[in-house]
């Protein structure tokens, strides 16, 4: 063991907690006291900890709401929860809520000792060994990404990909911020094609734009004549056509179970800012470089 292992004692019984704390002390951990939940979080945020002992009953924020306060600040932070006022009910509630055990007071020190000891080894393990996410954890499923027919028109997908902004604005919800494009799906349910912001944004050009032309013909375009009015007649040009005349490919995919890695190296290799997510060969998510994005902040969040 590199260093001390690092208790934070959360009891509002001053004696138990004082006494627990000197001897757990001289048995060579480093413990901290808190007399109540909101002093624990306070106490977590000022400095990492290695485990956690909790009393189920305090006056205020009682054991399992400090648990879950403990969840938001350190996910894999290991807590084992006291009580004097012990029930099977409370028990599996604090386990449910993700206390690493539950032991009733007065507890033997040796077996609360031998505890700390299997927690803080648990949670090495986890932090070293655990699994990364994969694919299918972080992606939105189909059925919360916007999506529409092939044989949809234009002004359809405009009015669809619209509600989803709006449904942004009213929720603040990330996820439905930033889809910028539209899945599209045939008869069968298969997906054809994506049709983004920028396809639209494509489509507004007129074909001469981009056709060969004198080096005279160039000036001409790029005056002040040239441009008025074609932005709105262009868009106008748009309602009679359909999403798949001016969507494109569909986008690459990856099995569900592909690591974060593999996700990351095929967007960069392909330049792709999102990929299809199959299962059994049917796509059944989406993943984007945002979901990334927060896993990378998730990570390099954590208290170190």
């Known amino acids: 063991m590199a260093g001390k292992i690092r208790v934070l004692m959360v009891d509002d019984e001053e004696q138990f907690r004082s006494t627990t704390s000197k001897i757990l002390t001289r048995k060579g951990y480093e413990t901290t006291m808190a007399a109540s939940g909101e002093e624990a979080i306070e106490a ?6 290695d485990v956690v002992i909790l009393d189920m009953k305090m006056p205020g924020m009682d054991g399992n709401q400090t648990l879950l306060e403990i969840r938001k600040i350190d996910p894999d932070l290991p807590v084992i929860m006291l009580t004097g006022h012990g029930t099977m009910d409370s028990a599996k509630k604090s386990l449910k809520g993700g206390a690493f055990d539950y032991l009733s007071k007065p507890c033997d020190i040796d077996l609360l000792a ?9 949670a090495q393990k986890g932090f070293n060994e655990k699994e990364e996410k994969k694919a299918g954890d972080i992606m939105i499923p ?9 044989d949809s028109t234009v002004r359809e997908a405009i009015e669809a990909l619209g509600r989803s902004y709006e449904s942004f604005l009213s929720t603040g919800k990330v996820m439905e911020c930033g889809h910028r494009s ?43 004549m040239f441009w008025s009015g ?13 999403v798949s005349d001016i969507m ?3 986008p690459l ?26 299962r059994g060969g049917k796509v059944v998510g989406v993943v984007r470089e945002q979901e990334l994005f927060f896993e990378i902040a998730r990570i390099v969040s954590r208290p170190s």
Do not use: H, W
Request: cysteine-free; overall charge positive.
């Open 182 to 224: 539209i899945l599209v799906f045939d008869r069968r349910e298969r997906l054809s094609g994506i049709l983004s912001i920028l396809d639209l944004i494509k489509a507004l050009r007129p074909a001469y734009l981009t056709a060969p032309k004198p080096s005279m013909a160039d000036t001409l375009r790029y005056s002040t």
């Open 142 to 150: 189909i059925a919360e990404y916007t999506r529409i027919s092939v």
């Open 114 to 122: 031998s505890k700390i000891n299997d927690a803080y080894e648990a």
């Open 44 to 49: 977590l945020k000022k400095a990492r900890q």
């Open 253 to 278: 995919t990856i099995e569900e179970d592909a690591n974060l890695m593999e996700i990351a190296e095929m967007m960069v290799t392909e330049k792709a800012r999102r990929l299809g997510v199959t």
């Open 230 to 242: 074609l932005f709105t007649s262009q868009a106008k040009g748009l309602v009679g056509k359909k």
């Open 248 to 250: 494109s490919e569909p």
